[in-house]
């Protein structure tokens, strides 16, 4: 009986004596919410300009063209959800109305619209269309109505707000579930404005009343992002190219920026590392040099190394891509643009089709309270839910990932858990190439997702190292490729 009692008193005093288990890493500035973390997730989705401009030739029309000019001979919207699905794209946001002030959809608002197009007799509406489209592909919805409108003669008063919002409540509550809601800075200047035909310029700051526009979203459609320079939700990458930058923050100042202000490419649109709110970038950008159609660039489509090039700088590059179709004058994304989407689709998955870092031994420096919990290879255990982490204050840390024999590559894809914030201010690559560690890279920033090139390499380990943190670094997934030779 003695003898069982000293058992049962060892083991409670062995149980006693094991250290428990780190806390988790605290959560370092701003953090996405889950709507924005879905929406990241997304990482590629399609823009479609398809408006009166397609049928004038212009990018910009001033408002005054007649409605009877938009008459697509063989509209095929299913066409539109077809391609961006088969493409691998996760949604399709439209611009609903552009800065003309013509809707695609018969508002009760305004006559400027489909309704009193010949386009099925004035009896119908590309919005209804799309949205039972995408709901048959399995694909989001977003819309763009531009704040801007050079058609409606009250643009510039009080009054116009009411008619803004009015619109934007039809969008919101008439076609299901909307993904993102686009609003963008290109506001005032000289238009038709009902017969005006002058100069209205505005207050770009203070004249939207963006905090009740804001509202009416939230209000209609709550998980729904919300797109501007100022986002609130997420935010414009600060150029046309379709690129994101190696220091890219999803923190943003976001008190400070508001929609078509001048300074924001230069100063706010690579995030900054002290960011008050979340609020990641999205890099747009147009399969043509054009947004809208133009029949003299059918041959002028980005080739797939621009493609390719445009997606390893945004997506990979903590932003997602917003790819634009500019949909052409029968109302059909052009035989030129699938084509080279399609060749997008089909290189990336060639690109991605083996990870050759999965389940591979790793070892780092340090580990979070030695706990394996935090252990080194979450990294290749292919879970989201898993990260590597370092101690509280150790904000320089690396770990080393062995192939247990000579491999080649020359692509990493590298991810932070970002419900933790975004933490890594500097990392570097480095491979051990008979023997001798040789550096392939050293970048900024991390982010949700960063894909890395680098020439062909053979090698038995590679090394990940953190240089700089704004805390302890945590990373949630790696993976290695050997992306095949591009070809045309």
Not at 72 to 97: F, H, S, Y
Request: glycine share 8%.
């Amino acid at each position: 009986m003695r003898i069982t009692q000293c058992i049962i008193i060892s083991l409670i005093l062995c149980f006693s004596c094991q250290p428990s288990p780190p806390a988790p890493p605290a959560v370092v500035g701003p953090v996405p919410n889950e709507h924005q973390l879905a929406w990241q997730e997304l990482e590629y989705y399609g823009f479609l300009q398809f408006n009166m401009n397609t049928f004038i030739d212009q990018e910009w029309s001033y408002g005054d063209t007649p409605a009877e000019k938009f008459n697509p001979t063989e509209l095929d919207i299913r066409q539109w959800t077809r391609v961006a699905k088969e493409a691998g794209m996760k949604g399709l946001i439209i611009t609903a109305k552009h800065h003309d002030g013509f809707c695609l959809w018969p508002s009760e608002h305004t006559d400027y619209s489909v309704k009193n197009s010949p386009w099925k007799e004035g009896k119908g509406d590309v919005i209804k269309e799309l949205a039972e489209a995408c709901k048959e592909y399995g694909l989001k919805m977003g819309v763009y109505l531009s704040p801007w409108d050079r058609n409606h003669p009250d643009y510039g008063k009080e009054e116009y707000l009411t008619y803004y919002r009015g619109q934007l409540r039809e969008l919101l509550s008439n076609y299901g579930d909307i993904f993102e809601v686009w609003f963008d800075g290109a506001n005032g200047g000289d238009g038709y404005y009902g017969g005006a035909s002058e100069m209205r310029k505005v207050d770009k700051q203070g004249y939207y009343d963006w905090p009740t526009t804001i509202a009416l979203v939230r209000e209609l459609q709550p998980q729904a992002i919300i797109f501007s320079d100022a986002g609130p939700d997420c935010r414009w990458v600060g150029n046309e190219h379709g690129y994101a930058y190696d220091t890219t923050w999803s923190p943003l100042l976001r008190d400070e920026v508001y929609g078509g202000m001048m300074e924001y490419a230069d100063e706010y649109s690579a995030g900054q590392e002290n960011g008050t709110h979340w609020v990641p970038a999205e890099a747009d950008v147009s399969t043509r040099p054009g947004w809208y159609y133009h029949e003299d660039q059918d041959a002028k489509v980005k080739s797939l190394q621009q493609l390719l090039d445009i997606y390893y700088l945004s997506v990979g590059q903590n932003a997602n891509l917003l790819l634009n179709f500019p949909v052409d004058r029968r109302g059909l994304i052009h035989e030129n643009d699938v084509a080279q989407v399609m060749k997008l689709k089909e290189q990336l998955e060639r690109d991605f089709a083996t990870n050759l870092a999965f389940q591979k031994s790793v070892t780092a420096t340090q580990v979070r309270g030695g706990a394996e919990t935090y252990q080194a290879s979450n990294v290749t255990d292919d879970d989201s839910q898993t990260h590597w982490a370092t101690d509280d204050g150790i904000t320089e840390a690396s770990f080393t990932i062995d192939f247990g024999e000579p491999t080649s590559f020359n692509r990493l894809l590298i991810q932070e858990p970002i419900a933790f914030g975004q933490r890594v201010k500097q990392f570097s690559v480095e491979a051990e190439v008979n023997g001798v560690w040789i550096s392939l890279s050293r970048n900024a920033t991390i982010g949700y997702k960063r894909i890395l090139r680098f020439p062909r390499t053979e090698a038995s380990r590679i090394r990940i190292n953190i240089e700089d943190a704004k805390a302890c670094p945590l990373i949630s997934n790696v993976e290695v490729f050997d992306v095949p030779k591009v070809e045309e």
